[in-house]
């Protein structure tokens, strides 16, 4: 690792041995060259330094195996000398190196029992090592760790080298990246360091930025509010509105002219008799507006008042068509609503969480869709949480065991799991479905098992070996490094703690912070699932995920508290709670229907009840908000547009809100007309001023009842 010549008692062959035997160190750490730089150091010194013996001392010998070195004999175990801090700083280089194929860190491997969490650089070593534990080994090295001032015996210099710290660069060895070393990912800082000094700014004992934020919202407020009043005050006249009346109906202009002159005279104030629509209703004489020419309209005035004026026109002569041919128009309305009614066998149901929640034009559901089409889905997953009923903490190996390492628990657990694997089974055309039909399977054909994460795959979910067994150490020899080939699954991979255990976590803790798995008081069982982008190839997944609910939800042990999911949860428990409220949209209907008799009608006239009540009206009015509910579903099915839950929840309420408020207000501007031209007219000159009146009260509060719906 410097210029000049190299001073080594190996040869090129050698040379080419060690790098060879430290390949699978090189596959897992070169992504962090700093690390693979400083952990070869001991290695390549043990094998190739000239000054071996003032570190080494060979403890074992056995016979030589090689045919041409016959009669000597090999070297079987060393002492090796090596200072504490260099170890350390070896392993303080390579701690945070991560393994993408497993997620997790590369010391969970190195470290044997000891895993990522309760590694350090002599438990690194020591196992590194270690010859019964390390199949990777080939000779039993015993590490003896030096702090200055230690008596070695005579001859002996521990080895300690200089170590490349994983943030730095040197140049024949680059730095780790921000993903395998902390101290290499840049600094950001928690507080607003206004000054450069390092100390947060802070207003009246907070923090400065949230202070100066909520001041300055105050203040916008406050301005607001201020102007709102200005404005307000200043148009209190409503000028607007006379001008407006004034240009609809010249003869109501000139008396309500009249009328204001007749008030200054008598100088009290008056109130006048304006309809429901007219902002004058019920204000004193001193608050009528303005009147003022039509010369001293503005530009803006003008369309407005023409817009107004065109628009109520409209609805009138509407109206008053509609009245003039009632029944001819019910048919129509009948036949239209009854044709989109039709539609609805073609309406398309989404239910899929996927579907509502994410736009299809969206960049992130775009590239979910591309990869899912070119590498099919993320797999499906079913799900079990359990919880032990009657079961504690205990002690074992000094350490505290959360109560599902009780061994009378794992076995109930592992029959319910067995069960679930290869009990449950559905139907589908005729073929028997099983979970070893649909599940994931990573290493087939090599390896056909199921991959389940469980920690009863600890004991490769066999029974026998979990009853004889010391289920505590066990499980946590597994945890520490469930790379061990004791503790790998039977699909051949590894059993995921933060996977399979729950209730772990401390309060305020994150799973990079190390979590004692140990205290978990919560089992989870995970079954991955195949998925595709072809939606019929989900039929026996969909299938078998029924089966599965449909049991969990009928098992019962009182030793066993129990919940579960699976991929199709979601869209089963959308679907359920859409028919749910069916009752309610019923009732809520049947009560509208009430309210609407009793508001609108009277009952001071027995032998008029059906009439004065208004039944028909009522009824009428919820049977059209309820067939213009089905005839817009019935359009989107026609056109292919899928439909949402929200149809059935929302849309039925809120169109029978707004629907009965309009009734309300369409008979109310009716009954406030005057009727008095209706007297003494009948036949068709009654029905007829009866369709103008009709048409004057459509006029009236159309616009409105059409810009609120």
């Known amino acids: 690792y410097g210029s000049g010549p190299v001073e080594t008692c190996c040869n090129a062959e050698q040379v080419l041995s060690l790098s060879n035997s430290l390949n699978l160190m090189k596959m897992l750490l070169a992504r962090c060259p700093a690390c693979m730089r400083n952990i070869r150091l001991p290695f390549c010194y043990m094998t190739c330094s000239p000054m071996q013996t003032t570190f080494l001392q060979p403890t074992e010998y056995a016979p030589a195996t090689f045919t041409h070195q016959a009669g000597k004999h090999m070297v079987r175990g060393i002492d090796f000398y090596i200072s504490r801090s260099f170890v350390n700083d070896i392993y303080g280089s390579c701690r945070d190196v991560v393994n993408p194929s497993t997620n997790g860190r590369v010391m969970e491997m190195f470290c044997g029992k000891w895993g990522a969490a309760q590694c350090s650089g002599e438990r690194l070593?020591?196992?590194?090592?270690?010859?019964?534990?390390n199949e990777h080994t080939p000779l039993h090295i015993n590490y003896h760790y030096s702090d200055p001032g230690d008596i070695f015996p005579q001859g002996i210099v521990p080895l300690d080298k200089t170590v490349q710290h994983c943030s730095n660069k040197l140049p024949t060895s680059l730095a780790c990246t921000c993903a395998d070393c902390q101290l290499s990912c840049p600094l950001i800082r928690y507080t607003w360091d206004a000054d450069g000094t390092g100390d947060p700014w802070l207003m009246f004992g907070y923090d400065g930025l949230a202070v100066a934020m909520c001041l300055t919202a105050i203040l916008c407020n406050a301005i607001f509010l201020v102007l709102f009043a200005y404005c307000h005050r200043r148009n209190k006249k409503y000028k607007a509105v006379m001008v407006e009346r004034s240009l609809r109906n010249h003869e109501e202009f000139r008396s309500a002219f009249a009328t204001r002159i007749a008030q200054m005279n008598q100088n009290k104030p008056q109130f006048t008799g304006e309809d429901e629509n007219s902002l004058l209703n019920g204000r004193p004489a001193?608050?009528?507006?303005?009147?003022?020419?039509?010369?001293?309209?503005?530009?803006?005035?003008?369309?407005?008042?023409?817009?107004?004026?065109?628009?109520?026109?409209?609805?009138?002569?509407?109206?008053?068509?509609?009245a003039t041919h009632p029944w001819k128009m019910i048919a129509l309305g009948l036949s239209v609503a009854s044709s989109l009614c039709v539609g609805i066998i073609y309406l398309q149901m989404t239910t899929d969480p996927v579907e509502l929640w994410a736009s299809a034009n969206s960049k992130s559901r775009m590239q979910k869709d591309y990869y899912d089409e070119n590498f099919e889905p993320f797999y499906r997953t079913a799900q079990i949480f359990i919880r032990p009923v009657g079961y504690s903490s205990f002690e074992s190996n000094n350490l505290t065991f959360g109560p599902v390492f009780n061994k009378s628990f794992l076995q109930e657990v592992l029959q319910l799991q067995n069960y679930i694997e290869h009990e449950i089974s559905a139907k589908v055309d005729e073929e028997t479905i099983k979970l070893d039909n649909i599940c994931n399977k990573p290493l087939s054909p090599d390896n056909t098992n199921c991959n389940i994460q469980s920690i009863l795959n600890y004991w490769q979910n066999d029974e026998a070996l979990l009853n004889s067994s010391d289920a505590p150490s066990h499980a946590q020899k597994c945890i520490n490094n469930r790379y061990f080939p004791e503790c790998l699954g039977t699909y051949g991979g590894p059993v995921l703690p933060h996977v399979a255990l729950g209730g772990f976590l401390a309060e305020d803790q994150a799973l990079s912070e190390e979590p004692d798995y140990f205290i978990a008081d919560t089992l989870v069982i995970t079954f991955p699932i195949d998925n595709f982008f072809n939606k019929t190839k989900l039929a026996p997944a969909l299938a078998w995920e029924n089966e599965f609910n449909e049991y969990l939800l009928e098992y019962d042990n009182p030793s066993l508290d129990i919940a579960f999911r699976s991929e199709r949860s979601i869209e089963d428990e959308l679907e359920r709670m859409s028919k749910s409220d069916i009752p309610t949209i019923i009732v809520s209907y049947v009560?509208?229907?009430?309210?609407?008799?009793?508001?609108?009608?009277?009952?001071?006239?027995?032998?008029?009840?059906?009439?004065?009540?208004?039944?028909?009206?009522?009824?009428?009015g919820v049977l059209i908000v309820l067939l213009s509910?089905?005839?817009?579903?019935?359009?989107?099915?026609?056109?292919?547009?899928?439909?949402?839950?929200?149809?059935?929840?929302?849309?039925?309420?809120?169109?029978?809100a707004v629907g009965v408020d309009n009734i309300f207000i369409l008979v109310e501007s009716y009954a406030s007309?005057?009727?008095?031209?209706?007297?003494?007219?009948?036949?068709?000159?009654?029905?007829?001023?009866?369709?103008?009146?009709l048409g004057r009260a459509v006029g009236d509060v159309g616009p409105s009842m059409l810009l609120s719906s």
């Open 125 to 133: 070593f020591d196992y590194l090592g270690d010859y019964s534990a």
């Open 286 to 322: 001193e608050d009528l507006p303005v009147c003022v020419t039509r010369d001293e309209l503005t530009v803006c005035d003008r369309i407005t008042s023409w817009t107004q004026t065109t628009v109520d026109d409209i609805f009138e002569k509407w109206g008053t068509f509609c």
């Open 591 to 620: 009560i509208m229907f009430i309210y609407i008799a009793l508001a609108l009608g009277r009952t001071d006239q027995p032998s008029k009840l059906l009439l004065s009540t208004k039944v028909t009206l009522g009824l009428g």
């Open 629 to 656: 509910v089905f005839a817009a579903v019935g359009f989107y099915g026609y056109v292919g547009v899928p439909c949402t839950m929200l149809i059935i929840e929302v849309i039925p309420f809120l169109v029978l």
């Open 673 to 693: 007309l005057d009727k008095s031209e209706l007297r003494g007219l009948t036949g068709v000159m009654r029905d007829r001023k009866r369709a103008q009146l």
